[in-house]
């Protein structure tokens, strides 16, 4: 607990409650970077604030979120940031550039011009260094020894908050680590499928961003893709693994994979931000004219992330190779996928596929 | 944001900044209960404190840890702490056996006698009443108005903190959940035994509490579990699936599952707190004295978890029916593990398991 200046006024005492109890508020790593970095910025009249996070396996810092400012990744000791993540010490400079400890590596890649700075370590409850917070240009031209006080009275409730934060993104990581892997494993059952889970969710994500869709909507999307074929696991290896073409009871029972995915996922206990992501995994060879499998569901009764993955299941079919025939190039899957539009695909969705290929893969005569 | 009377002294803000600082260092919800509970009781000097859970889908409330008292559920809207839970309004009575809303039942069930107490809404970043924090028996007879005001104070912190610790044993929830799934699937490949990986996760677990290891190292053990013979997916359906015994070729095979699992979990990120994981599931079939697979480790060269590990793996098995063999009784399975203490087992993971086996299914006289 830092030492409370005795001058600090009431008010501030309320203010330093409201914001502790802000930073309290939000586990989502990239949002609460984004918080504490622009009421900290506010409160101490400055232009910027950059949150660095410890990764000691690396012996770096890295920051994700910084105001106007790309991913910077800085080693542990070089640089006031990393001198404050090695001592723990509050820095406060009043001209970078005067301080033989400043590196103007940063700023010559970002363009921007330091010049008075304060930065103080962020530790969590166990007392280690997870953090550092670095506060720039104070618009007066200096940090006085109040916005010090007040940094370190904030800094203890971002230290915390960061330390929360980061062990729910490890623990969002790991599932997504698992998952993956064991998409990765029934892609590998059928030979020619692999990776092919990894690409329909980075597809979906991809046209799901072009349509503007929320972090955690694509974050439902991902999982959906990851699990939306794991139905597999039921089917016959003879079936799954057959060359070439099925017959017709074959081809019934592949298709039955995606119910069989549904009835896997119906057992799981989905949390709250989980709920959709049985239905758009069991929905993704739902056509849009309702021509598809297995419920025949048509235009918006089929949710939008099944929408989107339908369009990313199949660009990623035509564009893998196959026991008898080769892949197509992206921009022949592309035309293929536009002649079912309104047919088997959702016209906005599409438009978003187009966009995101677009950026992607360029115009065809740079395919 | 609670407004704070102007008259509560400065000691006062220091001690809430630092109790709203505690509450967002926990995001475990078991660790947060008791840590909301023991400060809250000391602080407002009352004999108990119990965190309400509302559980909307339910529409009741649930209190997990509650110093002294089992797990206790209310309907939503009976009790006080049901009728805080529907109003959102502070509530605080001098003796509750004069206030009608006061549900006499929970003390009959507890043998608790509750006099004066004060209760409250603890509320998220989004406004939402997600629980209801209640104080029970003031040491001086009554709860001043000074009380609740320190209450609102710090419920505001406890909210927040409660919402994150619930976001995460949501996600927990839901990993778990997805891992027993994909587990059971593996299980359901190979007939005979359906619900085995549940049961070593269940078993393991028991074992190791026996052993007093930490909830955590509970967690990973958990884990290990699920995934212990995911490796079985590499395994032909014909050597998995043969009904009888296998040649040696097949037993080769077969027994090469644990190879394939630690493959398979090495493409996995495992966080900090996981990192166990595939140490243990790959080590599940090695022996205390060295004869086992794959890697003929022995003693303490194997990680704790995968000794008990096991116990539980060969319990399961001797204890469940095959082709060739009926079910033994679980007193025979300990008997024939037994033989193999020192070889095949250690000897103090099988002490804990027998107290283990002994709670559940008692003396053999009555099996």
Chains 1, 2 share one sequence.
Not at 222 to 235: E, P, Q, S, T
Not at 309 to 315: H, L, P, Q
Not at 347 to 357: D, I, K, L, S, W
């Amino acid at each position: 607990m830092p030492k409370i200046n005795d001058r600090i006024s009431e008010d501030k005492f309320k203010l330093i409650l409201k914001v502790g109890q802000a930073f309290n508020s939000v586990i989502e790593i990239d949002r609460l970077f984004a918080l504490i970095a622009s009421t900290t910025s506010k409160l101490l009249e400055a232009e910027r604030c950059s949150i660095y996070v410890v990764d000691t396996e690396q012996n770096m810092l890295w920051t994700r979120a910084a105001q106007g400012e790309n991913r910077i990744v800085v080693p542990i000791g070089v640089g006031i940031a990393g001198v404050v993540a090695r001592s723990g010490e509050y820095v406060t400079v009043d001209d970078a550039y005067d301080d033989p400890r400043f590196n103007q590596e940063v700023d010559k890649e970002t363009g921007y011009r330091t010049k008075s700075l304060i930065a103080g370590p962020l530790i969590n409850n166990s007392g280690e260094i997870i953090g550092v917070i670095q506060v720039l240009n104070n618009s007066k031209g200096r940090f006085s020894t109040d916005d010090e006080q007040l940094l370190r009275s904030l800094s203890g409730f971002a230290g915390n908050a960061l330390d929360n934060a980061l062990l729910y993104d490890e623990l969002k990581k790991t599932f997504h680590s698992v998952l993956q892997v064991l998409a990765a494993t029934i892609d590998a059952k059928h030979h020619y499928t692999a990776g092919h889970t990894a690409r329909v969710a980075d597809y979906s994500c991809g046209i799901a961003r072009e349509m503007e869709l929320h972090e955690d909507e694509l974050e439902v999307l991902r999982v959906a893709a990851f699990l939306h074929d794991y139905g597999k696991i039921a089917i016959r290896d003879n079936v799954l693994t057959k060359p070439g073409k099925l017959s017709e009871e074959e081809y019934e029972e592949m298709k039955s994979h995606v119910v069989k995915t549904s009835e896997i996922l119906s057992k799981m206990h989905f949390s709250e931000g989980y709920k959709e992501v049985p239905l758009i995994a069991g929905a993704h060879h739902e056509k849009y004219d309702g021509s598809g499998y297995p419920a025949k569901l048509s235009n918006g009764d089929i949710p939008l992330g099944a929408r989107i993955m339908a369009v990313a299941d199949v660009f990623d079919a035509l564009t893998s190779d196959r026991d008898y025939r080769e892949a197509m190039k992206p921009h022949e899957a592309l035309e293929l996928i536009r002649k079912e539009v309104g047919t088997s695909f959702d016209p906005e969705v599409f438009a978003a596929f187009e966009n995101y290929f677009n950026r992607r893969y360029g115009p065809p005569s740079n395919p």
